[in-house]
């Protein structure tokens, strides 16, 4: 029972559905953006923290119900407009699939390595929606667009955050599907596609999301665009995703 | 020496860093950086290319400790060479093009990144470079095609692209994951040789592991290379800048043909993956020629030609003739990259000319109108039908004696023949004071064209795959059983032969169809015009699963 108990609590922080609502609704109730970037940066260690230090006996019907709500999650995220929700959404969809290295029983540090290297461009994304919010009252894709002419280096790093998030190379959330694909082909060949299916799905929401916010004319509204400390803070950040993706990759593969 | 490949491929990736982090202070200037570096980059990818010429080994390079591998090999110096070539002359076309365009320095850091991808791609020695690489060149080629962010034509057809391109990614991913689970390596090197001494060694799900890989990499090609029913993105991509289109027509879609012959050693120990890759092929030439024929817009013929030679550059992977292929992909970049940046020429010619000859060419291709035959038939037939065969036959007798007894040459040869006929009956349709020197001049042409394409296509297999058994064994990969070799020659002969009949009973008795006939037409032709419907359906397939998106989302709310 305390076995069942554990997981069920595991299940709320490496979301499955249904707990994933917990998730959904702390992030729906949480306002200030300090505390958003603090939520996507501890929740899926505090998940690994418990998950790790009980030394959980997973049952079997855990990989299906991490993958089924992955699959949903990435699914639902074709059709989200509203940025912060859609950023809630990706990080359930990638969460949820650190059940897998858990399973496999991969070392601790490289999980926490990727847990953080996968929420990383999240927490990114909640600033640039916060920023959005800022400039045009709501964050949503297909409301004004433009971006691009509008505010080009804010559309630039925004496109670039999406982009790692969505697992392109050579950042951390890449080489983890890749990592995990090659874990289950052979073993659980179903597993496998079904992976390189909500892959697919992350880069095509991920595509509507941006095309949504910096294709168009643009408005003639002096908005203001991102200040190059800001620009070059971003950049780096990214930068070292990326070094920590290949050193990360170079670890696994 | 051969570590330079290491510096080729790294000065694009300098280019585009410099560009991205200077642009602001040297303006409009770093597009001549841009050039200069690719110069730079073709003059060594050219020494490389002279050196694996000269018959310098074959070298798998590791970088440092890591597991990246790059290969300097007759396959990576020749297409580096390709791709820096066309890169340079789209780099040069661009300065000029593209100087009163937004984001003219974003525009070269995306140009330098694809030729760096591109030339990872086609140097790698490991299985994960491969993949990183593969999938970098369809998220770049997105934002090149989305170069006006006004577009959001542009953008939609950008993103059919990178949605085929990633469907194309997956089966790579599945194939390379299968492949280090059995070997316990990413090295291409190592991984061959295990193939190629012990096939079958692995099975997965109780089939071939090198049948299995080999369909995966097959189908990756197929998204990459336009071929049919993964062929929506080509003819519609047009709304991108013509550099662009140069570019991907001539370098990004041929990158189908390149894995299919990087992965030959794991071709020519699957049973029936080739003849798969020929059926693939074979219907995307007559769909993507069939197509080209019946568009209006001279962009969508463009796009669909393309399509039609990605299925004969397919198709001859299929036959075994795998560096065909490549010589294939050489010639066919270099005529659609030139036919793409002297576009705008031509459309700026056509304004004050529309070009249409109102001759007998024109009267029988558009107006349906006959022409009146004037020289016996019969003895034109014979010549048409008898001198290429002649011409194939004699050029190939030149270069290998045992031509015969490959499958896959006959093919070539068949094609060849089909089409030297068809060249020559056209010229001969062709109004001229003197119809004699007419055919004459075309044979002479067939000639060299057909003696140009055996003794390339024969120089291109020696330099690509000198082990003569590997060749041997690449065509015998390929072939079928005899009867049914010889049925399927006889059929398409007969498909052929039938063609010329038709054509020939319709000259003389006029254009006078039956009303049954007319209507299955007119169904055929709007079956044409609307592409098959195949658009139609993925449109509705997509629309169908966004409505799902959406319902769950209502449904579920926030849970």
Same mark, same amino acid.
């Given at each position: 029972?305390?076995?069942?108990?554990?997981?069920?609590?595991?299940?709320?922080?490496?979301?499955?559905?249904?707990?994933?609502?917990?998730?959904?609704?702390?992030?729906?109730?949480?306002?200030?953006?300090?505390?958003?970037?603090?939520?996507?940066?501890?929740?899926?260690?505090? /998940?690994?923290?418990?998950?790790?230090?009980?030394?959980?006996?997973?049952?079997?019907?855990?990989?299906?119900?991490?993958?089924?709500?992955?699959? &949903?999650?990435?699914?639902?995220?074709?059709?989200?407009?509203?940025?912060?929700?859609?950023?809630?959404?990706?990080?359930?969809?990638?969460?949820?699939?650190?059940?897998?290295?858990?399973?496999?029983?991969?070392?601790?540090?490289?999980?926490?390595?990727?847990?953080?290297?996968?929420?990383?461009?999240?927490?990114?994304?909640?600033?640039?929606?916060?920023?959005?919010?800022?400039?045009?009252?709501?964050?949503?894709?297909?409301?004004?667009?433009?971006?691009?002419?509008?505010?080009?280096?804010?559309?630039?790093?925004?496109?670039?955050?999406?982009?790692?998030?969505?697992?392109?190379?050579?950042?951390?959330?890449?080489?983890?599907?890749?990592?995990?694909?090659?874990?289950?082909?052979?073993?659980?060949? &179903?597993?496998?596609?079904?992976?390189?299916?909500?892959?697919?799905?992350?880069?095509?929401?991920?595509?509507?999301?941006?095309?949504?916010?910096?294709?168009?004319?643009?408005?003639?509204?002096?908005?203001?665009?991102?200040?190059?400390?800001?620009?070059?803070?971003?950049?780096?950040?990214?930068?070292?995703?990326?070094? /920590?993706?290949?050193?990360?990759?170079?670890?696994?593969? | 020496?051969?570590?330079?490949?290491?510096?080729?491929?790294?000065?694009?990736?300098?280019?585009?860093?410099?560009?991205?982090?200077?642009?602001? %202070?040297?303006?409009?200037?770093?597009?001549?950086?841009?050039?200069?570096?690719?110069?730079?980059?073709?003059?060594?990818?050219?020494?490389?290319?002279?050196?694996?010429?000269?018959?310098? *080994?074959?070298?798998?390079? !590791?970088?440092?400790?890591?597991?990246?591998?790059?290969?300097?090999?007759?396959?990576?110096?020749?297409?580096?060479?390709?791709?820096?070539?066309?890169?340079?002359?789209?780099?040069?076309?661009?300065?000029?093009?593209?100087?009163?365009?937004?984001?003219?320095?974003?525009?070269?850091?995306?140009?330098?990144?694809?030729?760096?991808?591109?030339?990872?791609?086609?140097?790698?020695?490991?299985?994960?470079?491969?993949?990183?690489?593969?999938?970098?060149?369809?998220?770049?080629?997105?934002?090149?095609?989305?170069?006006?962010?006004?577009?959001?034509?542009?953008?939609?057809?950008?993103?059919?692209?990178?949605?085929?391109?990633?469907?194309?990614?997956?089966?790579?991913?599945? =194939?390379?994951?299968?492949?280090?689970?059995?070997?316990?390596?990413?090295?291409?090197?190592?991984?061959?040789? *295990?193939?190629?001494?012990?096939?079958?060694?692995?099975?997965?799900?109780?089939?071939?592991?090198?049948?299995?890989?080999?369909?995966?990499?097959?189908?990756?090609?197929?998204?990459?290379? @336009?071929?049919?029913?993964?062929?929506?993105?080509? !003819?519609?991509?047009?709304?991108?800048?013509?550099?662009?289109?140069?570019?991907?027509?001539?370098?990004?879609?041929?990158?189908?043909?390149?894995?299919?012959?990087?992965? @030959?050693?794991?071709?020519?120990?699957?049973?029936?993956?080739?003849?798969?890759?020929?059926?693939?092929?074979?219907?995307? @030439?007559?769909?993507?020629?069939?197509?080209?024929?019946?568009?209006?817009?001279?962009?969508?013929?463009?796009?669909?030609?393309?399509?039609?030679?990605?299925?004969?550059?397919?198709? *001859?992977?299929?036959?075994? =003739?795998?560096?065909?292929?490549?010589?294939?992909?050489?010639?066919?970049?270099?005529?659609?990259?030139?036919?793409?940046?002297?576009?705008?020429?031509?459309?700026?010619?056509?304004?004050?000319?529309?070009?249409?000859?109102?001759?007998?060419?024109?009267?029988?291709?558009?107006?349906?109108?006959?022409?009146?035959?004037?020289?016996?038939?019969?003895?034109?037939? =014979?010549?048409?039908?008898?001198?290429?065969?002649?011409?194939?036959?004699?050029?190939?007798?030149?270069?290998?004696?045992?031509?015969?007894?490959?499958?896959?040459?006959?093919?070539?040869?068949?094609?060849?023949?089909?089409?030297?006929?068809?060249?020559?009956?056209?010229?001969? %349709?062709?109004?001229?004071?003197?119809?004699?020197?007419?055919?004459?001049?075309?044979?002479?042409?067939?000639?060299?064209?057909?003696?140009?394409?055996?003794?390339?296509?024969? =120089?291109?297999?020696?330099?690509?795959?000198?082990?003569?058994?590997?060749?041997?064994?690449?065509?015998?990969?390929?072939?079928?059983?005899?009867?049914?070799?010889?049925?399927?020659?006889?059929?398409?002969?007969?498909?052929?032969?039938?063609?010329?009949?038709?054509?020939?009973?319709?000259?003389?008795?006029?254009?006078?169809?039956?009303?049954?006939?007319?209507?299955?037409?007119?169904?055929?032709?709007?079956?044409?015009?609307?592409?098959?419907?195949?658009?139609?359906?993925?449109?509705?397939?997509?629309?169908?699963?966004?409505?799902?998106?959406?319902?769950?989302?209502?449904?579920? %709310?926030?849970?």
């Amino acid at each position: 029972m305390p076995e069942l108990f554990n997981i069920l609590l595991v299940s709320i922080f490496l979301p499955l559905f249904p707990m994933s609502m917990v998730f959904n609704a702390v992030l729906e109730n949480v306002k200030p953006n300090w505390l958003r970037v603090l939520l996507f940066i501890l929740w899926p260690l505090m /998940g690994l923290l418990i998950a790790l230090n009980n030394n959980l006996v997973i049952p079997d019907w855990v990989l299906p119900l991490a993958l089924s709500t992955s699959f &949903l999650y990435a699914i639902r995220m074709l059709t989200l407009r509203e940025v912060n929700q859609w950023t809630g959404f990706l990080a359930i969809s990638i969460w949820s699939l650190l059940w897998l290295p858990i399973i496999q029983g991969s070392s601790a540090e490289l999980m926490y390595g990727f847990a953080l290297g996968m929420s990383l461009p999240l927490v990114l994304l909640v600033l640039l929606s916060a920023g959005l919010e800022q400039r045009f009252g709501a964050a949503y894709t297909g409301l004004y667009g433009g971006l691009a002419r509008t505010i080009p280096r804010y559309a630039g790093v925004l496109v670039t955050v999406v982009v790692a998030a969505v697992a392109t190379p050579l950042f951390p959330t890449f080489f983890f599907m890749l990592d995990m694909v090659v874990e289950t082909v052979s073993s659980k060949p &179903l597993a496998a596609v079904v992976l390189l299916l909500i892959w697919l799905f992350w880069s095509w929401a991920g595509t509507r999301l941006t095309q949504g916010l910096i294709v168009g004319r643009g408005s003639n509204n002096n908005i203001a665009d991102m200040d190059i400390t800001s620009m070059y803070f971003y950049s780096i950040v990214l930068i070292v995703l990326m070094v /920590g993706g290949i050193y990360l990759g170079g670890t696994i593969l | 020496m051969e570590r330079l490949i290491v510096v080729v491929a790294v000065l694009p990736l300098i280019s585009a860093l410099f560009i991205q982090l200077f642009a602001g %202070r040297f303006g409009r200037g770093v597009a001549q950086f841009s050039v200069a570096m690719t110069t730079l980059s073709f003059l060594l990818s050219s020494l490389l290319l002279a050196l694996a010429l000269m018959g310098s *080994e074959s070298q798998a390079l !590791p970088l440092g400790n890591s597991t990246t591998i790059l290969l300097f090999d007759p396959l990576s110096t020749l297409l580096a060479t390709i791709i820096l070539g066309i890169s340079l002359i789209v780099h040069l076309y661009s300065v000029r093009y593209m100087a009163e365009e937004a984001g003219y320095g974003q525009f070269f850091v995306l140009l330098d990144m694809m030729t760096a991808a591109l030339l990872f791609m086609v140097i790698a020695g490991d299985l994960i470079t491969l993949v990183i690489s593969w999938y970098l060149v369809g998220v770049i080629l997105y934002f090149l095609l989305g170069q006006d962010t006004r577009s959001q034509t542009a953008y939609r057809f950008a993103f059919w692209t990178l949605i085929t391109y990633r469907i194309g990614d997956l089966p790579l991913i599945l =194939a390379a994951a299968l492949l280090f689970n059995a070997y316990d390596t990413w090295s291409l090197t190592i991984i061959f040789n *295990e193939i190629m001494a012990n096939p079958d060694a692995h099975l997965v799900m109780g089939l071939s592991l090198t049948d299995v890989v080999a369909a995966l990499i097959g189908f990756a090609a197929f998204a990459r290379s @336009a071929q049919f029913l993964l062929h929506t993105w080509l !003819p519609y991509t047009m709304d991108g800048p013509t550099p662009v289109s140069a570019l991907m027509h001539a370098g990004i879609v041929n990158a189908g043909g390149f894995l299919i012959n990087r992965f @030959a050693p794991v071709f020519i120990h699957s049973s029936e993956v080739l003849h798969w890759i020929f059926i693939v092929g074979l219907i995307t @030439a007559i769909f993507g020629s069939l197509l080209m024929l019946t568009q209006n817009d001279i962009k969508k013929a463009l796009g669909y030609s393309t399509m039609g030679q990605m299925g004969f550059m397919i198709m *001859e992977c299929g036959i075994g =003739a795998f560096s065909l292929a490549i010589y294939h992909m050489f010639a066919h970049g270099v005529f659609k990259g030139t036919m793409f940046l002297s576009a705008g020429s031509v459309i700026n010619h056509a304004r004050h000319d529309d070009g249409i000859p109102k001759d007998e060419l024109y009267t029988f291709a558009v107006e349906k109108q006959p022409n009146k035959v004037s020289h016996p038939w019969l003895l034109m037939a =014979a010549v048409t039908l008898a001198v290429p065969l002649v011409i194939l036959v004699f050029a190939h007798l030149l270069v290998a004696e045992d031509y015969f007894q490959k499958q896959g040459a006959i093919v070539l040869l068949f094609f060849g023949w089909v089409t030297g006929a068809q060249l020559i009956f056209a010229t001969y %349709r062709m109004r001229s004071q003197n119809v004699w020197r007419l055919v004459g001049l075309s044979i002479l042409s067939l000639l060299v064209v057909v003696l140009g394409y055996v003794f390339i296509s024969h =120089a291109f297999d020696l330099f690509l795959y000198p082990d003569p058994a590997f060749r041997a064994q690449l065509y015998s990969a390929a072939n079928i059983d005899l009867f049914s070799f010889d049925v399927l020659v006889a059929i398409v002969t007969l498909v052929v032969i039938s063609g010329w009949g038709v054509t020939y009973f319709r000259e003389q008795h006029g254009h006078r169809r039956p009303q049954e006939s007319k209507r299955l037409w007119l169904n055929f032709y709007a079956l044409i015009s609307r592409e098959f419907y195949v658009s139609d359906v993925y449109t509705r397939l997509s629309r169908a699963l966004l409505t799902i998106s959406s319902r769950l989302n209502v449904w579920l %709310r926030w849970l």
